[in-house]
């Protein structure tokens, strides 16, 4: 199974910044699509951005659209999520997952394969 380990988490105040990286052990496929999902207290862990590691192709959900970028290096099994312009309702625990799929993948996190440990991300007002 394929380990995730992420980082990059923080407080910051709103309209802040942070950017998340995460990384695979390398026994990740090329066409495994790598994302990051959060949960706040309370409420069901939700899709936030995904991109398939070989062609790039990127997905987001509306709440992170025009706000949140994510990339990747591939030679170094590692996805990275920029959040620029955070709110106070980004505030959560952020997981960085792998699927076989991207399509779809989002709305759906039950579907991933592997989890990372999660990394905190308060946003202040």
């Known amino acids: 199974q394929v380990q995730l380990v992420e980082s990059g988490g923080g407080s910051v105040q709103a309209g802040g910044s942070l950017r998340l990286s995460c990384t695979a052990s390398?026994?990740?496929?090329?066409?495994?699509?790598m994302g990051w999902f959060r949960q706040a207290s309370g409420k069901e862990r939700e899709g936030v951005a995904a991109?398939?590691?070989?062609?790039?192709?990127?997905y987001y959900a509306d709440s992170a659209k025009g706000r949140f970028t994510i990339s990747r290096d591939f030679a170094k099994y590692t996805v990275y999520l920029q959040m620029n312009s955070l709110k106070p309702e980004d505030t959560a625990t952020y997981y960085c997952?792998?699927?076989?799929?991207?399509?779809?993948?989002?709305?759906?996190?039950?579907?991933?394969?592997?989890w990372g440990q999660g990394t905190q991300v308060t946003v202040s007002s």
């Open positions: 991109i398939k590691r070989d062609s790039g192709s990127t």
């Open positions: 390398p026994n990740i496929t090329s066409s495994t699509c």
């Open positions: 997952a792998a699927n076989q799929y991207c399509g779809q993948w989002l709305e759906h996190p039950r579907w991933s394969n592997s």
